[in-house]
């Protein structure tokens, strides 16, 4: 049995998602006549969270199926996921160097590979190219830094209706863990037990976000504000790129200006991470069919025909880097060129995960929010916040 949800996990349209799904099938029966995939039919992103958590509770985990990013280091430290490392080392057709670093990290727990990656959803940074002109700033290239991009956020940040309140902001949507990431901050130890805060760079980073708030517009009014055309940057995922970009078969959103997606601003020298998300597909550690449950997974994921489908069909990026060949002549006068998905897709991943990274993440992300947000003194508060996380992780 196959466990997956219908349509895209990233809120974006997806019309083809089930066909992709179908066909990839349809080869991997061709291969075992004898063999019938078989999955349940119409379970949206949201409910599929809970449908399987009742089916570890039920022990009806399906032979092969698909882990959303939360739940991942959750399943691989409750034993719920097969671990992948001794076939990765017996299979000649499959290898975690046929994949992008970015998507094989995605499947890790600790040091060990317990789901492959099926599709990936890279951040971008959105640009509003007509501001830059207007304000006769230059577009940002990739190796843009931190500090280039908080100075470009003060010049864009303006009150043109002249209320007193500015009502075109430089930035929307990009948080201190965004700024903390574009530093290359590892914050958490491997085993998931510590945190590190009380730093010179985590100062550093926490500084200038304060600096950057005064030129960030509201969260909530993210796409009015693009929409609008008032506002110069703001992360994008691919998957939001590739359907509102102004090709003329793909949805049109964000129109009446120009704009464009680069990388993201990054400190040079630094070991910067993938920051995106993924879909990644695992095996059930109690499955009967462990043999036919890996053939079915590298179809999917390490299978050219199915990969190349994802980036020509889908609202994802390939994991498989024999599919990315097709990338420059795929993004063709689209406004993100490969060669700033590829150095994307090539960052080493997210960093070692354990049982409660991403909620982790959010906590952290939250609390450093606050700070910053704050007048208290930066060093008490950063103390204070760490042995809160610290607490948390132990707990």
């Not at 809120?11 to 992709?20: C, D, G, I, K």
């Not at 078989?38 to 949206?44: H, Q, T």
């Not at 037990?193 to 976000?209: C, G, H, Q």
Request: with cysteine; hydrophobic share 40%.
């Amino acid at each position: 049995m196959l466990g997956i949800y219908a349509g895209s996990p990233w809120l974006v349209h997806e019309s083809a998602a089930y066909q992709q799904i179908d066909e990839a099938i349809a080869r991997f029966e061709a291969a075992h006549p004898t063999v019938d995939v078989v999955y349940e039919s119409g379970i949206r992103m949201n409910d599929y969270r809970q449908w399987l958590n009742d089916s570890v509770v039920m022990g009806t985990v399906p032979d092969v199926f698909m882990v959303p990013d939360d739940l991942f280091g959750q399943y691989a430290s409750l034993g719920v996921l097969k671990n992948l490392d001794p076939y990765l080392r017996q299979d000649d057709d499959c290898a975690e160097a046929d994949f992008f670093p970015a998507a094989a990290q995605s499947g890790k727990y600790l040091y060990s590979q317990y789901a492959l990656p099926f599709m990936m959803n890279p951040r971008l940074m959105f640009v509003n190219v007509t501001l830059l002109k207007e304000a006769g700033l230059q577009v940002p290239e990739s190796g843009w830094t931190p500090e280039e991009f908080v100075a470009l956020c003060q010049g864009l940040t303006k009150d043109r209706n002249q209320d007193g309140t500015a009502d075109q902001y430089g930035v929307v949507d990009y948080g201190w863990l965004d700024l903390a990431e574009a530093y290359g901050l590892d914050l958490f130890s491997d085993d998931g037990r510590d945190v590190k805060l009380a730093d010179s760079d985590v100062r550093r980073v926490t500084e200038l976000y304060r600096s950057l708030m005064a030129f960030t517009g509201n969260e909530a009014e993210r796409d009015m504000l693009m929409e609008a055309g008032r506002v110069a940057f703001a992360p994008m995922s691919y998957a939001e790129f590739v359907t509102y970009n102004p090709w003329p078969w793909k949805v049109k959103k964000y129109t009446g200006f120009e704009w464009i997606c680069v990388n993201l601003p990054q400190v040079p020298d630094r070991k910067i991470r993938f920051t995106g998300d993924s879909i990644v597909m695992a095996m059930s550690a109690t499955t009967r069919q462990e043999e036919l449950a890996w053939d079915l997974m590298k179809e999917f994921c390490s299978g050219w025909q199915t990969q190349t489908q994802i980036l020509e069909n889908s609202q994802g990026m390939c994991a498989l880097q024999t599919g990315a060949r097709h990338l420059d002549s795929f993004l063709e006068s689209s406004g993100v060129s490969g060669d700033t998905i590829r150095s994307i897709m090539n960052q080493e991943g997210t960093r070692v995960r354990f049982a409660r990274y991403e909620s982790a993440r959010e906590q952290l992300a939250s609390q450093m929010e606050k700070v910053a947000a704050s007048q208290e003194d930066l060093d008490l508060a950063l103390v204070e916040t760490e042995d809160s996380i610290r607490s948390y992780l132990r707990s």
